[in-house]
């Protein structure tokens, strides 16, 4: 009898055993067919093929849904990267959305999915993103430097100042990218602090020289009354960029509000408005420089009646109006 009951289990395994090893070999092949996906995928994002990586993704979504973690995580970052790289950032959002739904807990896909809140300018739901992240890790940088920039974006400059500082202390001993320099120095001097400001704005400028930098040291000088370094470092923002007409109006107003460099800021305001005369603030400089060179307010008023008429705005008659006698002083 025992012998029969042997010889039955013999039997069933003898059965079962080539079900059992297609079995395997097709979870094998399942693997292999998303391992070599994947490569592809990667491949194609190092190459900038984001449609490549698009449709293999897409393809690798609807074929493995229960794929692993790992392999669903990878497939996610690269396809909501993709789009991310091309600007379609609806289509990242939902991407990274849809990946936190699978992967609520990892770090990397929620902290993606905030970069993608902030470049949207939805602070708020960045903010609850990063602040997510740090509950399940205290220590990531990344969630610090979010909740920094989102802070910043939204005027809130001292709690960025904070985040900032935090992120630093948690990355000593690695090297600092200009932009991280130079948004925490313009928070710092949002903040009025013109010290701070400088020392981080001259780390970032350390970095990397950029018009941005260059400019932003320019403005703390100015703000400090150092007018010759002020000069020096915005005439080498202008060097650098000398098409961007954010520093040159710069460099207009200033001269505008000195009478010795007034008439000189005029003629840079007239520069523009020939090119574009509903330039507001170019409007502005030329009705100061009018004013800082004696002219009448029936003179200068008709630069500042094309502001009122285009903005429609009844506060910069009273602005205008003090600055008309502070020019008569």
Known sequence: ????????????????????????????????????MIEQVRTAYAEGDYKTVEEIS?????????????????????????????????KALLVYNEAVEFLPKDEDVNIAL?????????TDNAKEIYRKVLVINKA?????????????YDGFFSRATMFFKEYE???????????FFYYYAMAQYFSNHSDLALELAFKSLSAE???????????????????????????????????????????ALWFAFDKDTAAEGGKMADAVLRKDGRDKLALFIKY??????????????????????????????????????????
């Not at 849904?65 to 609806?90: C, F, I, N």
């Open 1 to 36: 009898m025992c012998l029969n009951k042997f010889s039955v289990i013999i039997a069933a395994l003898l059965i079962s055993f080539p079900f059992a090893k297609a079995e395997a070999l097709f979870g094998f092949s399942a693997r292999a067919a998303q391992n070599e």
């Open 58 to 90: 897409r393809e690798f979504l609807l074929k493995y849904p229960s794929a692993s973690k790992k392999r669903l995580k990878d497939v996610y970052l690269s396809l909501g990267g993709a789009y991310k790289a091309e600007g379609q950032y609806d």
């Open 114 to 122: 905030g970069g993608i809140y902030l470049i949207g300018g939805l």
């Open 140 to 152: 990531n940088k990344d969630a610090l430097l979010g909740l920094a920039r989102a802070h910043y």
């Open 169 to 179: 202390q948690a990355s000593q001993g690695e090297d600092l990218s200009a932009s």
């Open 209 to 251: 020289e950029t018009p941005d930098t260059l400019l932003l040291i320019a403005k703390i000088y100015k703000n400090s009354a150092d007018e010759k370094n002020a000069l020096k470092y915005l005439n080498a923002a202008l060097e650098k960029a000398p098409s961007r007409e954010d520093i040159y109006l710069t460099k």
């Open 288 to 329: 100061l420089s009018l004013l800082r060179l004696g002219a009448s307010e029936a003179q200068s008023s008709i630069y500042l009646k094309k502001i009122t008429d285009l903005e429609g705005d009844q506060l910069i008659d009273k602005f205008a109006d003090k600055i008309y006698k502070a020019g008569k002083k």
